[in-house]
């Protein structure tokens, strides 16, 4: 299986691994991750830039009496730790057998199959359904074989991860896994390979369309 | 970089935290000095690459002097064993025995400089010990997951700390990488080698981080300790994207080649 070739980047890998990066584009980030070894090395080394920050700070003594509490609560706990971490729900749950295979912690907000979800047209050719997240949301994106995702730049950005299928655009040929960046230095519109594409999407910020269909879109895509 | 724990401000000079490798000729303890051959090539987004597949090149073996972080970290009032064992050790042991005695000299070496982090991020004194203390709750219980071949004991706290502050204060869940999921695209076996390098090369990232460009480390602050992203960053600082991208990607570029060279 080919590795993703388009990657969130390093500030976004930094942003995810610090913990500054909020919910939406860190889903996409850790879905990309689990597709791809070499950032998730990136992640484990920025973490370990976050390891190397709590070594270097001035300690700040914690008040008398913080270890007892502590360790009281500890007896509280009992003698049995409880199960460490939940294991992750059977990865199709009815999905084809040509399905796409999400991986966590994507399949954790939405289950195996993206079919289950409230799907909603929002342009021919284009469908959308909401993932809500704790805070606001991120959306998966379906688009038809052949086309074209109108034209629009950001006035924030936007992350695109393709979960099955593919698109083109100014940048190259995304496939499942890879992560398009889009931010406000961009003009771009996507298209569809021929078998379609699903996408998870996240915009950091508004999103503001262009052209002259771009400004009668731009209510339905900022979600 | 070293942060002022009062004025928060980045302090240029480096400061007592970095120590001087020494090769031991035993090499019982690994420490070799690499950040990672990988990252080099998770570059910018619109740039295509392959993920590389060949290990890396230094493969030293060099024993660290205790960390200064040890060092000045021990706790008297702990029996000796506990005192000089390394945080790992204590980690371990915790996971593996439930031992409380570990649990506590653990807590004594990490607690006050977890306390000092989060006082960084914005906690008051009193939030910051209640946080302290769900970390070191979360650390009891899932001890048993601490691998030390991918993280150092102080980086797995981290990672503790950043999600609980997560939780606690932004009120948002993690989304986390699950290193079990069976979707996972699993590393390449001739990584291994170097999962264990990037966990033990702590002190010289510590060093490294020390040496950064005030411009370069002002973006590292910021991350880790403002919870600022970089395009809250760009946004603030009225900087391009691009600039605050490239710089990012200089600082860990910089990270890197210091963590490649040889001692
Ligand atoms: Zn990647």
């Known amino acids: ?223 | 970089m070293r942060i002022e724990p009062k004025t928060g401000n980045t302090v240029a000079e480096s400061g007592c935290f970095r120590a001087a490798p020494v090769i031991q000729p035993d090499g019982t303890c690994v420490k070799p000095g690499m950040m990672g051959f990988v990252s080099a090539a998770v570059t910018g987004a619109a740039t295509p690459h392959c993920c590389p597949a060949t290990p890396p090149r230094h493969v030293r073996l060099v024993r660290w002097p205790v960390f200064a972080f040890n060092a000045v970290m021990q706790d008297s009032s702990s029996p000796a064993a506990e005192a000089a064992s390394s945080l790992d050790d204590l980690l371990l042991a915790v996971g593996r025995r439930r031992d409380r005695a570990a649990f506590a000299a653990l807590f004594e070496r990490v607690a006050p400089r977890l306390k000092a982090f989060l006082r960084r991020q914005g906690c008051d004194a009193g939030q910051a010990e209640e946080l302290v203390q769900e970390v070191m709750l979360v650390v009891w219980r899932r001890a048993e997951l601490f691998d030390p071949a991918r993280a150092t004991a102080t980086t797995w706290i981290f990672t503790v700390a950043r999600n609980r502050r997560l939780d606690a204060l932004r009120r948002e869940s993690r989304p986390e990488i699950d290193p079990g999921d069976p979707m996972l695209v699993p590393d390449p076996v001739e990584w291994a080698d170097h999962r264990l390098e990037t966990a033990q090369s702590a002190g010289r990232l510590r060093a490294a981080l020390d040496d950064l460009p005030p411009e370069q480390a002002d973006l590292v602050r910021l991350a880790y300790f403002e919870d600022k992203p970089h395009t809250t960053i760009a946004a603030e600082r009225g900087l391009p994207l691009g600039t605050v991208k490239s710089r990012v990607r200089l600082a860990l570029e910089r990270l890197r080649k210091v963590l490649r060279e040889p001692s």
């Not at chain 1, 500054?20 to 980030?29: K, R």
């Not at chain 1, 994106?141 to 950005?157: E, F, K, L, N, W």
């Open chain 1, 1 to 223: 299986m080919s590795l993703p070739t388009h990657h969130p980047g390093d500030a976004l890998l930094m942003d995810y691994a610090s913990g500054s990066l909020g919910e939406g584009p860190a889903l996409v980030v850790a879905s990309h991750a689990a597709l791809c070894p070499g950032c998730r090395c990136a992640v484990a080394e920025m973490e370990a830039v976050g390891g190397a920050l709590l070594e270097s700070i001035e300690p700040d003594p914690l008040s008398p009496g913080c270890l007892d509490r502590l360790l009281a609560r500890l007896d509280e706990d009992g003698p049995e730790p409880p199960p460490p971490v939940r294991r992750p729900p059977a990865p199709q749950r009815r999905a084809a057998a040509d399905g796409p295979l999400l991986p966590e912690p994507l399949r954790s907000y939405i289950g195996g199959c993206p079919d289950a979800l409230r799907w909603r047209p929002m342009l021919p050719g284009i469908r959308v359904a909401e993932i809500p997240l704790t805070v606001g949301s991120a959306r998966l994106i379906r688009i038809a074989g052949g086309t074209g995702v109108p034209q629009h730049s950001h006035d924030g950005v936007e992350l695109a991860m393709v979960l099955q299928g593919g698109f083109s655009d100014a940048f190259g040929h995304y496939l499942r896994g890879d992560v398009a960046v889009g931010d406000d230095t961009i003009d771009h519109r996507p298209l569809a390979d021929p078998e379609g594409c699903l996408c998870l999407s996240v915009t950091m910020g508004t999103l503001r369309l262009t052209g002259p269909v771009g400004r009668f879109l731009n209510p339905f895509l900022r979600l």
